[in-house]
């Protein structure tokens, strides 16, 4: 029989600048692994995916259980572990098993977000006069190369878990009602479709009156993956005056971010995506100072 372990992670984050990259920062994870009889467990494989970027390491815990994933580039590498009490502070306060809240409702907080990166950019371009490209230029020619600026905004994020429920009160309490989990209903990231998202058929109604033990919080939404783009001519006037166009992309890449799919048990749509973010937005704008 095999020891359920419990992975408690400290959530200790130390940002080392490294000599040879003076504007780098990379960061470091320490964690520790225990059984729930709080012995440490040696030799447990640790894995920790960024899943915007796909950067991925690997360790083992040492012989007290702990385990620490160093030279981590910049972004957010976090787990997020309640009881659900976070939206029950909002006013829910439905939970699956009353008489046992910490074994039902124990999960993966619904604003677990494990990973983030965000870059944000501006580059000036090098033409004109005193750069590298055109700088003997003059007159209207050199007006018009110069000035240039490139800018950009990259986020990429993993996507918030979901939990499957039941669409009438099976267990004719007023509250939450879950169905059973009988396989692991997450696909690999090559199987999902906005049609499946997860494995529909992992789930099953449980008898009358009888809560599932399918529990919360245990699959993958979609992430989210967006470039904003910006191309920005600064034109001078003599001294004190500067006129300045913008054109703008908003998901400049027109990429698909889905919301999540459907997870109520036994309805049409489930495990069905309906609906994504909007699509590319461009914008032309003009400004004068003076």
């Not at 400290?10 to 009889?37: E, M, R």
């Not at 009602?177 to 997450?186: C, K, S, T």
């Not at 191309?231 to 992309?249: D, M, S, T, Y």
Request: aromatic share 10%.
């Amino acid at each position: 029989m095999k020891t359920a372990a419990i992975l408690r992670i400290t959530a200790v984050i130390l940002f080392l600048c490294g000599s040879a990259f003076p504007q780098g920062t990379t960061g470091t994870i320490l964690g520790t692994v225990k059984d729930q009889s709080e012995a440490a467990i040696p030799g447990v494989a640790i894995a920790v995916t960024n899943q915007g970027t796909g950067l991925s390491r690997t360790t083992l815990t040492n012989e007290v259980g702990d385990y620490t994933v160093s030279l981590l580039p910049p972004g957010t590498w976090a787990k997020l572990i309640d009881w659900g009490y976070t939206s029950m502070y909002e006013g829910n306060q439905t939970v699956i098993d009353p008489y046992n809240i910490r074994a039902s409702m124990r999960g993966r907080g619904t604003s677990d977000l494990r990973h983030r990166y965000v870059l944000s950019y501006v580059y000036e371009l090098p033409f004109g006069r005193g750069r590298a490209f055109g700088g003997g230029l003059a007159g209207p020619l050199e007006k018009f190369i110069s000035g240039w600026q490139l800018t950009g905004i990259m986020t990429l994020q993993g996507g918030f878990p979901l939990t499957v429920s039941l669409p009438f009160d099976n267990t004719n309490t007023g509250g939450i009602n879950i169905p059973d989990r009988i396989r692991n209903p997450q696909l690999p990231s090559s199987g999902r479709t906005i049609d499946r998202w997860f494995d529909t058929g992992a789930f099953a109604v449980p008898a009358p009156f009888v809560q599932g033990n399918a529990g919360r919080n245990y699959m993958d939404g979609p992430g989210y993956q967006n470039f904003d783009l910006g191309l920005i001519k600064n034109v001078r006037i003599g001294e004190n005056k500067l006129v300045q166009f913008r054109a703008e992309l908003f998901n400049a890449f027109n990429h698909p971010n889905f919301a999540p799919p459907d997870t109520t048990l036994g309805v049409p749509t489930f495990g069905k995506i309906s609906s994504a973010a909007v699509a590319r937005e461009i914008q032309f704008g003009l400004k004068v100072q003076f």
